[in-house]
């Protein structure tokens, strides 16, 4: 019989440990939001980060032990991406109908989420790092790490920001849009794509196939006016 | 699978030496992601050979950014001072967003008479 704190000593050296405890979490987490009939509050992320920030914090694990086994994850934001050009390719006939509209949505979200949280941010006194996180928040999470890492953000901040706003957005998109009176299904998933990247466009399938469709472009063609608009943006507020 | 594994590493491969080299704004992935796109539409092939992989990869998007997410521990004081003005800039802005968005495109549609789909 080994002495336990060996065991525990070897299993801390290596990847192993906390590979395998972040894919257990994301399992817990998804099968929590599956029970909860997929509603967004119940975030399969949001639940796996608690469960785990709970474990490193009880059995007193340094984030930066954690990572060098969840490293092998966070490694697959890049090539995911890539990916994302596919459903983007898939609906480039879409875009090309639509155009016009597409052009003039994506910029005018895409320009007002920025803007209005840099504003909001910067009068009530928000560090520059701080701002540098918030920039990308309506941005897919790889491409917001991406940015704010570009721009000096703390990446592990703008991951959470992310989600939240994905959430928040994915929670009030229907009432709002009642209320402004769009009934266009284009417009509405669109601007939920690129206000609240792929929880929204997750959130706009749940109600229809069109609105998910062009969240889904929304969320591409934002993840790409963002990585120009956010330096330019910070820049004017610094 | 790993042949079309090896084309999407390629694409982020080229889209972070092309960035850093030319010392673009984007980040690499993202230029990853408008050559896949371009590359598919001159050779649809393509798209068909890398689709299995990239369904793959896109169902399970989330699981992606745990690590990061996890990250937030490291940083639990800065969301207690500042808690507050993230959370209203957060809310707010996405609000407009989504408001803003949705607006636009309505005027637009209107304004060249295009048909709802």
């Given at each position: 019989?080994?002495?336990?704190?060996?065991?525990?000593?070897?299993?801390?050296?290596?990847?192993?440990?906390?590979?395998t405890?972040?894919l257990?979490?994301?399992?817990l987490?998804d099968?929590?939001?599956?029970?909860?009939?997929?509603?967004?509050?119940?975030?399969?992320?949001l639940?796996?980060?608690?469960?785990?920030?709970?474990?490193?914090?009880?059995t007193g694990?340094?984030y930066?032990?954690?990572?060098?086994g969840?490293?092998?994850?966070?490694?697959?934001?890049?090539?995911?991406t890539?990916?994302?050009?596919?459903?983007?390719?898939?609906?480039?006939?879409?875009?090309?109908?639509a155009?016009?509209?597409?052009?003039?949505a994506?910029?005018?979200?895409?320009?007002?989420?920025?803007?209005?949280?840099?504003?909001?941010?910067?009068?009530?006194g928000?560090?520059?790092?701080?701002?540098?996180?918030?920039?990308p928040k309506?941005?897919?999470?790889?491409?917001?790490?991406?940015?704010?890492e570009?721009?000096?953000?703390?990446?592990?901040?703008?991951a959470?920001l992310?989600?939240?706003?994905?959430?928040?957005?994915?929670?009030?998109?229907?009432?709002?849009l009642?209320?402004?009176?769009?009934?266009?299904?284009?417009?509405?998933?669109?601007?939920?794509?690129?206000a609240?990247?792929?929880?929204?466009?997750?959130?706009?399938?749940?109600?229809?196939?069109?609105?998910?469709?062009f969240?889904?472009?929304?969320?591409?063609?934002?993840?790409?006016?963002?990585?120009?608009?956010a330096?330019?943006?910070?820049?004017?507020?610094? | 699978?790993?042949p079309?594994?090896?084309?999407?590493?390629v694409f982020?491969?080229?889209?972070?030496?092309?960035?850093?080299?030319?010392?673009?704004?984007?980040?690499?992935?993202?230029?990853?992601?408008?050559?896949l796109?371009?590359?598919?539409?001159?050779?649809?092939?393509?798209?068909?050979?890398?689709?299995?992989?990239?369904?793959?990869?896109?169902?399970?998007?989330s699981?992606?950014?745990v690590?990061?997410?996890v990250?937030?521990?490291?940083?639990?004081?800065?969301?207690?001072?500042d808690?507050?003005?993230?959370?209203?800039?957060?809310t707010?802005?996405?609000?407009?967003?989504?408001?803003?968005?949705?607006?636009?495109?309505?005027?637009?549609?209107?304004w060249?008479?295009?048909?709802?789909?």
């Open positions: 019989m080994t002495d336990a704190a060996l065991i525990w000593s070897y299993l801390t050296q290596g990847p192993l440990l906390w590979l405890a972040t257990i979490a994301y399992w987490g099968s929590f939001f599956r029970a909860m009939g997929r509603q967004s509050w119940a975030n399969p992320v639940c796996a980060v608690i469960l785990l920030a709970c474990v490193l914090g009880l694990t340094s930066r032990t954690y990572f060098e969840a490293q092998f994850v966070h490694f697959m934001l890049g090539p995911a890539v990916a994302l050009g596919m459903p983007l390719y898939d609906n480039l006939r879409r875009v090309r109908k155009a016009l509209p597409l052009v003039a994506l910029l005018a979200g895409s320009v007002t989420a920025v803007v209005s949280a840099l504003a909001i941010g910067k009068a009530f928000l560090s520059e790092m701080m701002l540098a996180s918030l920039a309506s941005t897919t999470a790889p491409v917001a790490i991406g940015i704010a570009g721009l000096g953000g703390e990446p592990t901040i703008t959470v992310v989600l939240v706003t994905g959430i928040f957005g994915a929670i009030i998109a229907t009432p709002l009642n209320a402004l009176g769009i009934r266009d299904w284009r417009a509405r998933g669109f601007s939920l794509g690129v609240a990247h792929g929880i929204g466009t997750a959130r706009a399938f749940q109600v229809n196939e069109t609105a998910g469709a969240a889904g472009i929304g969320m591409g063609l934002n993840a790409v006016l963002t990585s120009i608009i330096p330019l943006a910070l820049y004017l507020f610094q | 699978m790993i079309a594994l090896a084309i999407i590493l982020q491969l080229i889209g972070e030496v092309a960035t850093r080299s030319l010392g673009l704004l984007l980040p690499g992935p993202v230029l990853g992601l408008l050559l796109v371009l590359s598919c539409s001159l050779r649809p092939a393509l798209a068909e050979m890398l689709r299995p992989v990239v369904t793959g990869i896109l169902g399970h998007l699981l992606f950014f690590p990061a997410g990250g937030v521990v490291a940083h639990l004081g800065q969301f207690r001072s808690g507050l003005a993230v959370a209203l800039a957060l707010v802005s996405t609000a407009l967003a989504v408001a803003a968005g949705a607006l636009v495109f309505r005027a637009v549609v209107r060249t008479g295009g048909a709802e789909e």
